[in-house]
């Protein structure tokens, strides 16, 4: 007698690892998927983006030599002064969206609405304890913290971010 098993297919295939550490672990996850920048969400951990595929190739990741970071999507403004807005090659005719403003580099991450992003996506923020305990307290919940390297491992390792607070007691 046979067993019926059930499979589920990676919406993305790895065919190389990276030189990049900290992308290594993320290509294993089978969350991750791959959307136009213009759908990415608050929250999502950007993963690479990808190098202009040659005719009848698929497209291949492009990795960041920082790492995985988490989007922050802010409104396109060509004028804002940061360096990098202004460049030609980040303005589309089907718009621009900012995908980060800040972190992880001191300027604004515009891309093509149409260009495509490995991300995992954003599962929803958890309460971490210190959070329930302002919660419970009638306290405000602390800011959440997308952009030191130990809120993002504790996203990486446990699905959420770590409050501003929470990272400073580290």
């Given at each position: 007698?046979?067993?019926?098993?059930?499979?589920?297919?990676?919406?993305?295939?790895?065919?190389?690892?990276?030189?990049?550490?900290?992308?290594?672990?993320?290509?294993?996850?089978?969350?991750?998927?791959?959307?136009?920048?213009?759908?990415?969400?608050?929250?999502?951990?950007?993963?690479?983006?990808?190098?202009?595929?040659?005719?009848?190739?698929?497209?291949r990741t492009d990795y960041?030599?920082?790492?995985?970071?988490?989007?922050?999507?802010?409104?396109?403004?060509?004028?804002?002064?940061?360096?990098?807005?202004?460049?030609?090659?980040?303005?589309?005719?089907?718009?621009?969206?900012?995908?980060?403003?800040?972190?992880?580099?001191?300027?604004?991450?515009?891309?093509?609405?149409?260009?495509?992003?490995?991300?995992?996506?954003?599962?929803?923020?958890?309460?971490?304890?210190?959070?329930?305990?302002?919660?419970?307290?009638?306290?405000?919940?602390?800011?959440?913290?997308?952009?030191?390297?130990?809120?993002?491992?504790?996203?990486?390792?446990?699905?959420?971010?770590?409050?501003?607070?929470?990272?400073?007691?580290?």
């Amino acid at each position: 007698m046979y067993a019926i098993q059930s499979i589920t297919f990676h919406p993305v295939v790895v065919t190389a690892a990276t030189e990049h550490r900290a992308a290594r672990r993320a290509l294993t996850w089978p969350g991750l998927t791959v959307v136009r920048a213009a759908d990415v969400k608050a929250g999502d951990l950007i993963i690479s983006g990808f190098q202009p595929a040659n005719p009848g190739r698929l497209p291949r990741t492009d990795y960041f030599a920082y790492g995985p970071y988490a989007a922050n999507p802010q409104p396109y403004d060509p004028t804002c002064g940061c360096g990098v807005c202004g460049l030609d090659e980040v303005k589309s005719l089907n718009g621009t969206v900012v995908l980060t403003n800040g972190f992880p580099w001191e300027s604004c991450d515009p891309w093509p609405a149409d260009d495509l992003v490995l991300i995992f996506p954003f599962r929803g923020q958890l309460l971490t304890f210190d959070q329930l305990v302002d919660h419970m307290q009638g306290r405000p919940v602390g800011p959440l913290d997308f952009a030191s390297a130990a809120s993002i491992e504790n996203y990486l390792d446990h699905g959420w971010y770590l409050t501003v607070q929470e990272t400073a007691r580290l």
